[in-house]
T-cell receptor
Framework: DADVTQTPRNRITKTGKRIMLECSQT?????MYWYRQDPGLGLRLIYY???????NKGEISDGYSVSRQAQAKFSLSLESAIPNQTALYFC?????????????FGPGTRLLVL | SQKIEQNSEALNIQEGKTATLTCNYT??????LQWYRQDPGRGPVFLLL?????KEKRKERLKVTFDTTLKQSLFHITASQPADSATYLC???????????FGSGTRLQVQP
């Protein structure tokens, strides 16, 4: 089984709709992240959480919100989706106990906002 | 703010040759740089990390260098194979920051 899972894998929605992307991990890591990836722009950080009570905005948090329901679960919400939020979304985890803090990524969610 | 710059043009090389990818940073010297591989439609996978005080790191056919004078890291794949074809991402983290900053990646295509 995959260590970092994301649901759904693909989603088509309409402008103005609220949607939620979910991320779960079985790695026991304390830190979790949400990124979006657009062609030519690389990975951009939306939100990150260093533990259940520590949630921080990344460089592009406007229009998004998150919830860390448990150490293993981190959800990303688009309150009112707009077409320029069409992108590939990745969840990632890392372990603060390691010196390298390698990030482990989920398989991604492809979102299309019409 | 720190920017991580990678060549956006794809790199095409012949099988067996050494591929060299470049990662430049614009401001402060990061505490470390990480390199990831990303295949189409998949999440990035960690390959190597090199710290500020290290000049070179190796892992099998992979080698990473870190030149703080040039503000640059080079990523080498020796004896490249078609299976090495992917996008390679560079990421940095400064000791004062709490999360990684990624470059946009360079796509490598190894021709058989």
């Amino acid at each position: 089984d995959a260590d970092v899972t994301q649901t759904p894998r693909n989603r088509i929605t309409k402008t103005g709709k609220r949607i939620m992307l979910e991320c779960s991990q079985t790695k026991g890591h304390d830190r979790m992240y949400w990124y979006r990836q657009d062609p030519g722009l690389g990975l951009r950080l939306i939100y990150y959480s260093f533990d259940v009570k520590d949630i921080n905005k990344g460089e592009i948090s406007d229009g998004y919100s998150v919830s860390r329901q448990a150490q293993a679960k981190f959800s990303l919400s688009l309150e009112s989706a707009i077409p320029n939020q069409t992108a590939l979304y990745f969840c990632a985890t890392s372990d603060s106990r390691t010196t390298q803090e390698t990030q482990y990524f989920g398989p991604g969610t492809r979102l299309l906002v019409l | 703010s720190q920017k991580i710059e990678q060549n956006s043009e794809a790199l095409n090389i012949q099988e067996g040759k050494t591929a060299t990818l470049t990662c430049n940073y614009t401001n402060y010297s990061p505490a470390y740089l990480q390199w990831y591989r990303q295949d189409p439609g998949r999440g990035p996978v960690f390959l190597l990390l090199i710290r500020e005080n290290e000049k070179e790191k190796r892992k099998e056919r992979l080698k990473v260098t870190f030149d703080t004078t040039l503000k640059q890291s080079l990523f080498h794949i020796t004896a490249s194979q078609p299976a090495d074809s992917a996008t390679y991402l560079c990421a940095e983290r400064d000791t004062g920051r709490r999360a990684l900053t990624f470059g946009s990646g360079t796509r490598l295509q190894v021709q058989p």
